[in-house]
């Protein structure tokens, strides 16, 4: 069973920059696909992106505060896998959710088997 760990939040400006980062602890991240996915107050968690296990293939939302703004990468050989957040906007203001499955490294959050505790992410305007 796979621990995961988010970092990396805090509170920032619009416009600033922030490297969100999910540790794993336990088994190797490489059995992994990996999702990054958000959640602010009052609201449903969103899908932001996921990465395969090999980190060849990765998928992001078409929403507009996230296309273009966000880059998923990962280090297997560090057990991490990386949220690169950009031109943060106060829409961005929520709790990044790091979630892993053996198999799924898709949109749908329920598929998912684990997941992280979350770092939340405060974008001020």
């Known amino acids: 069973q796979v621990q995961l760990i988010e970092s990396g939040g805090g509170l920032v400006q619009a416009g600033d920059s922030l490297r969100l980062s999910c540790a794993a602890s336990?088994?190797?991240?490489?059995?992994?696909?990996v999702g990054w996915f958000r959640q602010s107050p009052g609201k449903e968690r969103e899908y932001v992106a996921s990465?395969?296990?090999?980190?060849?293939?990765?998928?992001?939302a078409e929403s507009e505060s996230v296309k273009g703004r966000v880059t998923i990468s990962r280090d297997n050989s560090k057990n991490l896998v990386y949220l690169q957040l950009n031109s943060l906007t106060p829409e961005g203001t929520a709790v990044y959710y790091c979630?892993?499955?053996?198999?799924?490294?898709?949109?749908?959050?329920?598929?998912?088997?684990?997941w992280g505790q979350g770092t939340q992410v405060t974008v001020s305007s």
């Open positions: 336990g088994r190797p991240l490489s059995d992994y696909g």
């Open positions: 979630g892993a499955d053996p198999v799924w490294a898709g949109k749908e959050d329920h598929l998912y088997k684990y």
């Open positions: 990465t395969t296990r090999s980190g060849v293939h990765k998928y992001y």
